[in-house]
């Protein structure tokens, strides 16, 4: 029977094959996270190109969008229907999966200047509980509705 | 002016926004609340201050004579900042000052152990400032401004029943931010604490319920990238018209080589400041002023 270590040694055998068979470009890719070795059933693994927009793809590379299958609007929607910190917060967190970092940024910029569009994806979330009804609801309890006419 | 919240730029803006106004030709009068006194040593030298207003010129000895039937005037506290009186001629606008005491602390809290023994005291104490703005030395102003210290003690109180409007300078940042809440609060429960005492104040004497305080924000100590807030107070900035707090449109910047220096040579940046942007900023801030304070009935 195989030891792992000895599987681990093969596969990183194949892994450094296939490295060596990528253009530098393809490794620049790699190494600025523009791009990704995705696993695949078979006996092959296969380098995919760039995917965030912003930073621009080779031509004829497979890219998708960075908010592919997500509605922004229907999601910034869905946030400012929130009452709550607490319901923005189970609200994203029960959409964690699709909502992606460069979704998020997107989502926080459609939200509005009250939202800081910056940080990893813990600082985002926080971010938008914060700049949508987090404010509102910490105003309204610190002011004891002393700003509403 | 008014902000519990502490190195907000509250002194800065009332010298700024008084020596502002003068020079469209106003006439102006400031009262310094804040022991702490800054307001009075950006306009008088240290040594001025100590030795000719603190024995008998400040505020402080208007405050004494709550609950006596006879004491000073308040006119008679009024300075004249001499090193703007050359600069405001050709204007035909002025700007005079009642100095702080460095004792108003003790003030505060003597106002409010009278209260504490004699609650009938409530309007008298609470009025006594609005009481001395009524005397007829005092209709030939334009525009008093009332720099607060950072705290809504009784002074503080005194000075938002003498106002028609409440000035707020606030930093874009979170802190400064909540306490708008803390001091929206404490501002209504005051007011609503006032008008439910008005039932109760003796019969002969016809007081009108206080309504509450027109506020309005002045974001300071703002700073730009490109012309526009960077994104950490941006977010701030626009929040609180959101709330239903009204803003001023234009945002005081920070620069301590503009700010830092103006008070040690008793003029305020708008008059003399080497900063043309900061200058020009402070002028639009004036005719916003103007503007709002036009818009109150007299």
New interface residues.
Partial sequence: MTQPVEIASLVLKQVGTLLAKLTPDQLDGLLQSRGQLVYHEGDVIVPVRATRSSQGGTAGSRTKPPNAGVDIDAVVAAIRACATGAEVQAYLDSHNRELTVPTLRAVAKALGPTVVSSGNKPDLKRNIIAGTAGFRERSDAMSAGAWRT | MINDKGGVGKTTLTANLGAGLAARGKRVLLIDLDPQASLTVSFFTQNEWLRDLLPGKTIKGWYDGVGKTAGKSMAELITMPPRLTQILAPTGGSLELIAAHRDLGEVDIELAATLMLDPSKFFAVHERLRVGLSEPDFTNYDVVLIDCAPNFGMLARTAVAASDLLVVPTRPDYLST?G???L??K???WTDEYNRRLGGAPKGVRRRPLERRPMVVVFTMVQLYNGEPV??Q??Y???VP????PTFDTLIRDNKSVYGPAPEHGVPVILGGTGRSHVRELRELVSELLIRLEKIPA
């Fill in positions: 909540a708008l809440d803390s929206g609060r501002v209504t429960g994104e950490g941006r977010s900035i626009s929040r959101q709330l239903g707090v």
